[in-house]
């Protein structure tokens, strides 16, 4: 039935597509390999204004369960988001259409987001100086360690 719906061109754009996919696929499973370059050091930010206190922190077993689940979904999250990457690096160069059973378009987006260069042009003209910027947030990150024998918690070598 697809082979009635479309024109030969089409059918060897959808095998290319696949072909593609599965190229894409494997790079991303060739990137999952340990790639045996030594870790750039890691940089800390200070911690925000509302974290706990001492006496207000959850029980250990809470805090570990809470950074395993954070950690697990966050690896999904990367991986979904690569395979997102790849399937739209070839979607993005297809025109509007039927392709099987998929119907690929574009919709008109509702975001806005401020001009830079609009903005530094008139900041420029009018003489105010450097465009104010304001830094992100710091990023959330949790990785597993080994606990030192004798020691039940983080908290009890800074205490």
């Known amino acids: 039935m697809f082979h009635l ?20 696929a494997a790079d991303t499973l060739r990137s999952l390999a340990p790639a045996g370059q030594a870790d750039a050091e890691v940089v ?20 570990e369960t ?19 990457r790849a399937a739209k690096k070839i979607l993005d160069k297809l025109p509007a259409g039927l392709y099987g059973t998929w119907r690929v378009f574009r919709t008109p987006s509702s975001r806005q987001t401020p001009d830079l260069a609009a903005i530094t042009a008139t900041y420029k003209k009018l003489g105010l100086g450097p465009v104010p910027m304001k830094e ?15 020691i039940e918690t983080l908290t009890a070598v800074a205490a």
């Open 136 to 150: 992100c947030a710091p990023s959330l990150k949790v990785e597993r360690v080994e606990v030192l024998a004798g």
């Open 66 to 84: 809470a950074a395993r689940e954070y950690e697990r979904a966050a690896d999904q999250a990367r991986r979904a988001d690569r395979g997102k």
């Open 44 to 63: 800390e930010a200070p911690d925000p204004a509302d974290v706990l206190d001492a006496d207000e922190l959850p029980p250990v077993e809470q805090i």
């Open 5 to 24: 719906l479309t024109s030969p061109r089409t059918a060897r754009t959808v095998r290319a597509m696949i072909g593609s996919l599965v190229e894409s």
